[in-house]
């Protein structure tokens, strides 16, 4: 992600900001990627969205995905959802820097429902996924302790909202990339595996008897089913590049843009050797390593594959 400045008065501002240090309003244009002026989304106030309205009294392109939101009346719902809907908005802005869902993209947009695991009739199952264009996500995934918990359940390295957000979304991409490309799916299973296998058994057998990541594999989960590889695939391929982006616009990672880099193993080593840094930083403060995962040869040519799709695909 970049930095941004104000369009009154040039201060320095952060992209979930929604007004500049001197009181100046700020709005999103998330095709010219600048803090402008603008309409306000229409969900502005209630979950405080800085991105500009598609039209007067509208919503934001961001908040015109979101089908189904939580129970205002329930407590916590409206802050959770405000998390949610930042942690989509700044997802987003990093795959329309690759041309999706700008103007140019004439796919039909993702679709989310936004769904509380707290109800005002007591606590709901909610089963997280994609399936035809509709992502569905538990808001309660943006509580900090949540994730927590459900992270030492499930014994994984790493659990945020932008990672659920990024998963599910290369869901969706991998159905827009089938749609668009007759060539996408054969290159896909030469490297990946056949995603038509039976999903229901292979998700069973993985529960049954996880096998662990390292060798082919980026995360335990990615070896279930070559959709879930792909999932995970692209999900480490968004966060490595927004990584190496973001380090870049603070200085802190030298080589330029993140996403305008053409060369997928260069910008895989810039973020491996970023990381390898801050994690080296965060042990000063005895925090969890920032990225913690290896990234083998056989994982780096995934990762490769699937920026190509991307990079071409929007
Ligand atoms: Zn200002
Ligand atoms: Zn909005």
């Known amino acids: ?175 827009r990339l089938s749609q668009d490309d007759p060539g996408f799916a054969p290159a896909f299973r030469a490297l990946f595996g056949d995603e038509r296998v039976d999903y229901g058994e292979a998700l069973k057998a993985h529960y049954d008897n996880p096998k662990p990541a390292g060798g082919t594999h980026i995360t335990s989960y990615a070896t279930a089913h070559p959709h879930e590889d792909w999932a995970e695939t692209v999900a480490h391929l968004l966060h490595l590049t927004d990584l190496v982006d973001s380090g870049w616009a603070v200085a802190l990672a030298p080589g330029g843009d993140g996403y305008a880099e053409p060369d997928a193993l260069a910008l895989i080593e810039r973020a491996a050797d970023f990381a390898m840094r801050v994690n080296h930083v965060n042990r000063a403060l005895d925090l969890p390593d920032l990225y913690p995962f290896v990234l083998t040869d056989a994982v780096r040519d995934k990762l490769a594959f699937a920026h190509g799709a991307l990079r071409r695909g929007g």
């Not at 796919?107 to 996924?129: C, K, N, Q, S, Y």
Request: net charge negative; glycine share 8%.
């Open 1 to 175: 992600m970049q930095i941004f400045h104000c369009p009154d008065c040039a201060a320095q501002v952060w992209f979930n900001n929604t007004f500049c240090p001197n009181g100046h309003p700020l709005h999103f244009d998330p095709d010219a990627q600048v803090m402008t002026h603008g309409d306000d989304c229409a969900r502005r106030v209630a979950i405080g969205c800085n991105w500009r309205a598609e039209g007067a009294g509208e919503l934001c392109r961001s908040c015109a995905m979101t089908e189904v939101i939580p129970d205002p009346e329930v407590e916590g719902a409206e802050s959770r959802l405000a998390r949610t809907e930042a942690a989509k908005r700044w997802v987003l802005a990093g795959l329309l820097r690759w041309g999706w869902f700008g103007p140019a993209d004439h796919g039909p947009a993702p679709r989310f429902d936004l769904v509380a695991d707290r109800t005002r009739h007591g606590p709901e199952d909610i089963i997280m996924g994609h399936a035809d264009g509709l992502i569905t996500l538990d808001v309660a995934e943006s509580s900090r302790a949540v994730q927590e918990e459900r992270r030492e359940q499930l014994a994984e390295d790493y659990r945020t909202m932008s990672g659920h957000l990024r998963h599910e979304l290369a869901h969706y991409l991998f159905m």
